[in-house]
């Protein structure tokens, strides 16, 4: 029996954030997610009655995308304890709204990140056995923490590798998320750092994140018209050499998208999925980046999570099929498959 809005809901509520009476619950909504947003809402009013919601999509907000957060919304930010953003990505409001919101409330609740969830993520990705995401992340966690060197293949052409610094941290995204100031993007299931060196090719035939996405959701095949992409490492970090792509105006917005700023074209991510319950991708990378495969982002390292020593107000995420990955020499995935040890 398929799962439901409401039960994914449910999960995200009690099970990853673990909403309790004494919470004070905010939950940000757009047009499109508001049926997400109001099942959660409903969740949450069945366990405490301090919930406030908010519709970015208000005309007295001013329009999207966003110049800035509502004054509205800061000042709920204040005596938020849990909170849930459901909004969608809109060009330009990662440096203008979604980036100052988790800067303020990470000072004050724990958060569930889900830009660009859809009814097909909430009856899929988030209905799975949380506790056995967390099994697996927590094992692949064990060996990448220990690693100094990965090498990723895949099908398509992708071929780099990338080394690590010890004072980076790995960090594992389980989906549950207990203490204040913690966040993390729902639907979960991925371990990722800020890589030393990223050297080679990334033949993105995936999913692509942020604005882009939405913009080419469903418009775009990337198995057809991948964007390749070449790093090269250099003093001072790992920076796109050249990119290609059959698709011209794809080209040219991930162009300007990653020219935007010096450090935006920099590699500022590496991730491994482990949500193994995801049979399929469904072209939304809130979603397919835990699909078990790997993942890169040019822009900001999440230098809070990893320590990494710069910043980017750009994050880019791009999705490769099938890879296949050596740690350390020791090959723990082929063709999107892990090894058994890390199954369980």
């Known amino acids: 029996m398929e799962c439901t809005i409401e039960q994914g809901a449910s999960i995200a509520v009690t099970k990853c954030l673990k909403v309790k009476p004494e919470d004070s619950v905010l939950i940000v909504a757009d047009g499109p997610s508001k049926e997400i947003g109001m099942a959660i809402r409903q969740k949450s009013l069945e366990i405490t009655d301090k919930v406030r919601f908010f519709n970015l999509d208000l005309p007295s907000y001013g329009g999207r995308p966003l110049k800035a957060m509502p004054t509205s919304l800061v000042d709920a930010i204040k005596n938020t304890t849990a909170a849930f953003f459901v909004a969608g990505p809109m060009e330009g409001e990662l440096e203008t709204l979604r980036g100052p919101f988790l800067l303020l409330i990470v000072q004050k609740a724990r958060l569930g990140h889900m830009v660009g969830v859809n009814d097909i993520i909430m009856k899929t990705g988030m209905c799975v056995d949380y506790d056995k995401v967390a099994t697996i992340t ?110 011209k105006e794809l080209l040219a917005d991930f162009k300007a998208y990653v020219n935007s700023e010096p450090n935006a074209s920099r590699i500022g991510e590496i991730g491994l999925g482990t949500n193994v319950f995801l049979k399929e991708l469904v072209d939304n990378i809130l979603q397919d980046e835990k699909f078990s495969t790997v993942h890169v982002a040019f822009g900001d390292p999440y230098h809070e999570k990893t320590g990494a020593t710069w910043a980017s107000d750009y994050h880019i995420d791009l999705l490769m099929r099938k890879c296949s990955i050596w740690l350390d020499g020791r090959q723990i995935m082929k063709e999107g498959k892990y090894i058994k040890e890390i199954l369980g």
């Open 138 to 247: 927590n094992r692949l966690f064990d060996m990448v923490s220990k690693a100094k060197e990965i090498k990723v293949t895949s099908p398509a052409g992708t071929d780099f590798t990338a080394t690590f610094d010890s004072g980076m941290k790995w960090i594992p995204c389980t989906g549950i998320i207990e203490k204040t100031g913690e966040w993390d993007n729902l639907p979960s299931g991925e371990v990722f750092t800020a890589p030393k060196t990223l050297q080679g090719r990334l033949v993105i035939d995936g999913t692509i994140g942020d604005w882009i996405e939405m913009k080419y959701q469903g418009k775009v095949n990337y198995q057809k018209t991948p964007l390749i992409i070449d790093v090269e490492s250099e003093m001072g970090g790992s920076f796109i050499k050249k990119v290609e792509c059959s698709h």
